[in-house]
């Protein structure tokens, strides 16, 4: 039987026109919010489509396995009560795969609905990986000068009559029409759309699209090859195979440099961002790889460091990073070149109106000109005691000190389900990563150690990474208390 005609008799006449056929599933989810990484599904519907007419459906609430937020509720009109006795995803997840499989994933604004059945798949320790359509980015071509390309907006623009917004059935059902509508009106289009991206003539020579499709839609490191298997190109990304794709996509010059001399790629997935940037960073002034500049410096070159005049003033100057100005300044922060050492300087100096002369910005023997245009309040000249002067000193140097303090350790999610990425700080210094088994106590600290990928880098740039992450609060940190 023909699983598109439906019909034994018609099977052989039309076996060639079902072999072009492409398949859709238009699919809507509602969640208990906005990330994939931190909330879950509460409801999905699927509609499958062969671009003429709707071949399957299929509609469940989910139990979330957590609270649904009050604002959820409000929006969606789905109560915990409602999906207290709903499957969980697990029980579901088989029949999602069957009805999405082979064909090509349609929702209105896809990131987010794909992106979440991706993760909670992730979380089961399969990998979720379909071909994506946006019926917004669709629409904007095919509808081009519409006020607005919202479901709701659409559906009162085009009539089409839905039971419930912010339902996953009659959002789908909604989305449906709209695709249908497109298809009427713009049928190269939507080819286009589905076809865009990669092209074989694109590829460097020896790659294949299969080849690409073989990277994970994962979180971590990509290696470029050339012919000799040399690492040319190191990068990280938390979707690699899209991240590939668009490498050898992009038509810019840029687009173009990166494709020379590609032979061939590797990855190694990561899990955790946090890991990745920090080996991604690692990588680069190990390998050295040619087509990376900006992070293969195994040094910082330039510096901000203090000192105390014999007025009494503590000041802030901007030079390289040697041990010669090490001796002579106290060092407060190291930058991948000299400029970018200037350039917060002047930031800092200009946010707490600081003395540009007394910072070396203004060559001028007197008062600086900041001071005439009244942002500097005068310690040039003596107007401004050192008191005054060096508590806003004090406020730039929390500023500008990005250092790592302390010891502790950061936990992020792993490779798997099963594991989490620990990232260690002994003393201020980064010590490396590893993985350990969720579901297993910790080793000692001394264990853990020994464990550590990286660890002897030392990497300049480590700690900034780091800094800005504890400080983003994106991960979990435990205080060793040493």
Sequence with gaps: MCYICRNKLFHHKYQYFCKKVRLYCIVDIETTGGTARNERITEIAIVVHDGRQVVDTFSTLINPERSIPWNITQLTGITNDMVAGAPRFYEVARQIVELTEGKIFVAHNVNFDYSFVREEFSRLGFEFSRRQLCTVRLARKVFPGLPSYSLSNLKRHFGIHAERSHRALDDTLATTRLFEMMLESGEGTVREMVNR?????????????????????????YYLHDEAGTVIYVGKSINIRKRLFEHFSDMTQKGEKMRQGVADFSWEVMGSELVALLHESAEIKRLQPR????????????????????????????????????????????????????????????????????????????????????????????????????????????????????????????????????????NGIYRGFCFINRNEAPPPIGELLSDMRNADTRDPSAAQIIYSWTEAGKCRKIDLGQ
Aim: glycine share 6%.
């Design 197 to 221: 991206g990669v092209r074989e003539t694109r590829l460097p020579a020896g790659l294949t699209i299969e080849r690409l499709n073989e990277a994970p839609e994962s979180c971590g490191v």
């Design 291 to 426: 087509i990376n500049k900006a992070l293969r410096l195994k040094q910082h070159q330039g510096a901000l460091y203090t000192y105390t005049d014999e007025n009494g003033y503590t000041r802030l100057v901007y030079g390289k990073n040697t041990a010669k100005n090490a001796k002579k300044l106290h060092l407060a922060a190291t930058y991948p070149k000299l400029e970018h050492a200037r350039a917060h300087l002047q930031s800092v100096v200009r946010q707490l109106e600081l003395c540009y002369r007394l910072c070396h910005l203004d060559a001028s023997e007197n008062a600086c000109f900041h001071h005439s245009i009244k942002q500097c309040h005068g310690a040039c000249i003596g107007q401004e005691v050192p008191e005054s002067y060096n508590e806003r000193v004090d406020q730039a140097l929390k500023i500008i000190d990005r250092r790592l303090q302390g010891s502790f350790l950061l936990t992020d999610r792993g490779r798997n389900a099963d594991e989490q990425a620990v990232v260690a700080v002994i």
